[in-house]
């Protein structure tokens, strides 16, 4: 999807929320693929204050209410749990949802679009590009943290958001649908990442299979630990706090840890068009363990722990398969920013796919070389 073309009235979107003082200026922030960003920027007494706000893209996130029915519900209960502390970074450690005027999560303008405000964490940011092992250490930290925390959520089960989200086959299936109804005649140029998507059906079931068979559970997981959704503090390198939660959801562990692989390990950025530059970086890798079975490791079962590396290898495929559909289809999902980006992406992924392969047998010894907590 190109990014729309006019921009938003954030002062208009920004009066719904309880927000006080004079609106100063508002500005795209982040480098997300579905929603758009905005940081806004209040007068408030004489000090600027920022919020974050969001127009969720509601083509993609179909049931609006219910998916902020479970951020609400997510934010509340972390709060809870950071509220404990009495560090000077406690407050920055869970997102916190701004109200409307009439007390909802979230405000629906009069062309239909939704929106939401956070508070805006200051003194962190994310890094599309990890640039060293301690970050990536810190943001798997956070996410198992993450994990860990939803393993208590109180209540009942948490809206699926969008169906089916990590299920491999299906990703599997429309790939192939959109290879044979080529919708946009643009098989032909991805000649190569087709072949090489269709060669690696072996390792489309492995997970379900798992879980099918009871071996590895269902739990409350993210679902997009890309690790550009973690906010690293600038200061301190600790993995702060956790964002993007449209997809907090029933689902498993290891389809969030191989998306840190994925996101993290990469030498090169998602859209890198060179794939000789994509390589998964061995102390990166080594870093995600530590940090992840750090705060995870306790929960984790034998099959779980079995199968880390294999599922940053499946999940790097799966997002590979997911660019290569849309590209196929039209760039009717991802925003693109050129009619090649998404068949960029598809080959970086691969490549990157290769490269997990490659070194398969060193991350694995990586795994087993660290001790059970
Ligand atoms: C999207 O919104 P963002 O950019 O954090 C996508 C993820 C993909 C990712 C690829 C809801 O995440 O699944 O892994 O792009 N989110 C959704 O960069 O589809
Ligand atoms: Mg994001």
């Given amino acids: 999807m190109t990014n729309p073309a006019h921009a938003p009235d954030l002062r208009a979107a920004s009066a719904a929320f309880v927000i006080h003082g004079r609106y100063v200026a508002g500005a795209p922030h982040g480098s997300g693929h579905i929603n758009d960003t905005y940081a806004v920027q209040f007068d408030q007494a004489g000090v600027r204050v920022r919020y974050l706000l969001q127009r969720i893209n509601h083509r993609i996130f179909k049931d609006v209410p219910g998916l902020m029915e479970n951020i609400r519900r997510v934010c ?156 690293i503090d600038d200061r301190t390198g600790e993995g702060l706090c956790v964002v993007d939660l449209d997809t907090v959801m029933p689902g498993l562990a290891l389809y969030d840890f191989g998306d840190m692989v994925r996101s993290a390990t990469n030498a090169a950025a998602e859209d890198d068009p060179d794939p000789a530059r994509v390589q998964a970086r061995l102390p990166v890798f080594a870093a995600l363990v530590e940090g992840y079975l750090a705060t995870a490791g306790a929960f984790l079962n034998a099959a779980e722990r079995a199968h880390l590396v294999f599922s940053g290898r499946l999940i790097t495929y799966e997002i590979g398969i997911r660019f290569l559909t849309d590209f196929l289809e039209g760039d009717v999902y991802f925003k693109t920013r050129h009619p090649e980006h998404n068949l960029d992406r598809a080959r970086n992924q691969f490549a990157l796919v290769h490269s997990l392969e490659a070194q398969q047998a060193v991350m694995e010894s990586m795994v087993q070389r660290h001790p059970l907590p």
């Fill in 76 to 231: 509340e209960h972390s709060q809870t749990r950071v509220s404990s502390g009495s560090g000077p970074a406690d407050s920055r450690r869970s997102l916190v949802l701004v109200p409307t005027r009439d007390g909802q999560a979230c405000h629906r303008d009069d062309t239909g679009s939704w929106w939401r405000c956070f508070l805006f964490i200051e003194g962190a940011r994310t890094h599309d590009v990890i640039e060293s092992p301690a970050q990536a250490r810190e943001g798997a930290r956070a996410f198992g943290a993450f994990q860990a925390l939803l393993a208590d959520l109180p209540g009942k089960r948490l809206h699926e958001t969008i169906p089916q989200f990590h299920h491999t086959r299906r990703r599997f299936d429309v790939l192939r649908a959109a290879i044979d109804a080529d919708p946009r005649n643009r098989a032909a140029r991805a000649r190569a990442e087709i072949g090489f998507a269709l060669g690696q059906e072996r390792i489309v079931d492995v997970l379900l299979d798992l879980q099918a068979r009871g071996e590895i559970p269902e739990r409350v997981t993210h679902n997009d630990t890309k690790l550009n959704n973690v906010m």
